[in-house]
C-alpha cells in the first residue's frame, strides 16, 4: 500500500498502519521460520566439524561471507552495515552452538 498523501482521517490512518504492520507481522514470521530452518542446517555443520576435530569458527568463512551478504545489502538497498551486524550476531550464535555440539554432543536451548 503507498503512503497516503493529504488529509485522511484518524480512522483511515489506523487502517494503514494496521495493514502496513500486517505486512510487518508476516515478514517477522517468514524470517522466524528461516532463521530455524538455517540454525537447523548450522547445527548439522556442527556435528561434522566436531566428528572431524576441526574448530567452531571459520574465519575464512566467515570474511567471505560477510562480503557476500554486504554486496547483496547494497544490491537490495539495505545498510551494509547493518547486514554485517546482522551476520556477526548469527555467526557468534552459530560459533556458540557448535561449541556447546563439541563439549555435549547436542544444543541447550531456552
Known sequence: MEPTNGATSPAEVMA?????RLSIDNIDAA?????AERFKFTQ???RVKAAGGLPPSDPE???VQIARLR????????DPAFAEKFLNFLVAEVIHHHEQIARTGTIQTH
Not at 524470517?31 to 532463521?35: D, I, K, N, Q, Y
Request: no cysteine.
Open 16 to 20: 494503514e498502519l494496521t495493514e502496513i
Open 31 to 35: 524470517l522466524v521460520h528461516m532463521l
Open 44 to 46: 548439522q555443520v556442527g
Open 61 to 63: 568463512r566467515e570474511k
Open 71 to 78: 554486496a547483496i545489502a547494497e544490491e537490495s538497498h539495505l
